[in-house]
């Protein structure tokens, strides 16, 4: 199946940095996802981006499939957004039962 | 807030109880999925609903039964759970894109944290 993998697996940042995770994958995807885990477990739609570039607020992501990778930006951090970062992809060529597969996740301590 | 409301937040029961976990979305969604997650673990998928049909099925042991008894609505029944499947248990639902065999954006619910004594 499709192998993901996130780096850095942990990250700190002070209150105000900017910050890039990544996400590399196996295989031609159809569907990738970045989420946000707060603490208390909630995943959080981030964005629903399998190629192209989004922004919302201080968020942004970047997926270029051709190179089999994904960038979720982080500007001037807040401690809210700590938690883990989980991206999940899903192959192009699965077939009819697709699934996504996840990532290890990055977590993200954002000190104030 | 989230679309996908699950019930109970919280549940802590014995291994010979039976209880049932329970998830809501009114999104319009016809793909519903139930996630199981131990701590500092992604994930993991247990089993998904299309069309209120099951389709996947991740070899999931039996004392996990799943129901959907409608396009809204997701249950997990719970029996004789041992003390290692206390994890967080995530429902979450997606619109199916036939074209593309895709699952299409997935959102969750909040999750229920059960613990098995």
């Known amino acids: 199946g499709i192998q993901v993998e996130q780096s850095p697996p942990d990250l700190i940042l002070q209150e105000g940095a900017n910050s890039t995770l990544r996400c590399n994958f196996s295989d031609s995807v159809n569907n990738l996802q970045w989420f946000h885990q707060n603490p208390w477990g909630q995943l959080i739609n981030l964005f629903y981006i399998p190629s192209g570039t989004k922004q919302n607020g201080r968020l942004s992501a970047t997926t270029v499939a051709t190179e089999r990778y994904s960038l979720l930006y982080i500007s001037s951090s807040q401690t809210t957004d700590s938690g883990v970062y989980f991206c999940a992809v899903e192959g192009l060529y699965t077939g009819a039962n697709s699934k996504l597969t996840f990532g290890k996740g990055i977590t993200l301590s954002v000190r104030p | 807030d989230t679309e996908v409301t699950q019930t109970p937040k919280h549940l802590v029961m014995g291994m010979t109880n039976k209880k049932s976990l329970k998830c809501e979305q009114h999104m319009g969604h016809r793909a519903m999925y139930w996630y199981k997650q131990k701590a500092k673990k992604p994930p993991e998928l247990m089993f998904v609903?299309?069309?209120?049909?099951?389709?996947i099925n991740e070899s999931v042991p039996s004392r996990f039964s799943p129901e959907c008894p409608n396009s809204s609505l997701l249950n997990l029944h719970l029996h004789a759970l041992q003390p290692e499947d206390s994890a967080l248990y995530l429902c979450a639902s997606s619109q199916v894109i036939r074209t593309l065999r895709s699952t299409g954006e997935l959102f969750f619910g909040e999750g229920s944290r059960l613990t098995v004594l």
């Open positions: 609903y299309s069309y209120e049909k099951l389709s």
